[in-house]
């Protein structure tokens, strides 16, 4: 079992700390079909989740949604016909912090309940 699966996100504030190359290579291990990438200087996390249609797409964006709201944690979304791409990043600190491995751990339990339906 994954260590991110027992977590909640902690209050994070601008002033705190990014995770480290360490902790982001140990922490990547956790999350499969998630990729590390740079938007201009900041590190975010990225999937795309593949669905059957469009009605399956907006339920898995619904559940991201309410992950997001129960954590006041928020990603980007990208909502299209067949996909929907997530992007986790901590805002206040322009780059990672564990919150965001566990929102994306969270995601993809979300998409396999999805798939589930």
Same mark, same amino acid.
């Given at each position: 079992?994954?260590?991110?699966?027992?977590?909640?996100?902690?209050?994070?504030?601008?002033?705190?700390?990014?995770?480290? $190359?360490?902790? %982001?290579?140990? #922490?990547? +291990?956790?999350?499969?079909?998630?990729?590390? /990438?740079?938007?201009?200087?900041?590190?975010?996390?990225?999937?795309?989740?593949?669905?059957?249609?469009?009605?399956?797409?907006?339920?898995? $964006?619904?559940? %991201?949604?309410? #992950?997001? +709201?129960?954590?006041?944690?928020?990603?980007? /979304?990208?909502?299209?016909?067949?996909?929907?791409?997530?992007?986790?990043?901590?805002?206040?600190?322009?780059?990672?912090?564990?919150?965001d491995f566990i929102m994306?751990?969270?995601?993809?339990?979300?998409?396999?309940?999805?798939?589930?339906?």
């Amino acid at each position: 079992m994954s260590e991110l699966s027992n977590l909640k996100c902690e209050a994070c504030s601008v002033g705190a700390k990014r995770v480290t $190359t360490e902790e %982001i290579k140990s #922490l990547m +291990e956790e999350l499969k079909g998630w990729e590390l /990438i740079v938007e201009g200087d900041v590190q975010k996390l990225k999937r795309v989740f593949h669905t059957d249609d469009f009605i399956q797409s907006v339920s898995l $964006t619904n559940a %991201i949604a309410q #992950l997001a +709201e129960a954590e006041d944690h928020h990603p980007k /979304i990208i909502l299209e016909y067949s996909s929907v791409t997530v992007l986790w990043w901590t805002h206040k600190i322009n780059g990672l912090h564990k919150n965001d491995f566990i929102m994306a751990y969270n995601t993809s339990l979300a998409y396999q309940n999805v798939l589930k339906k």
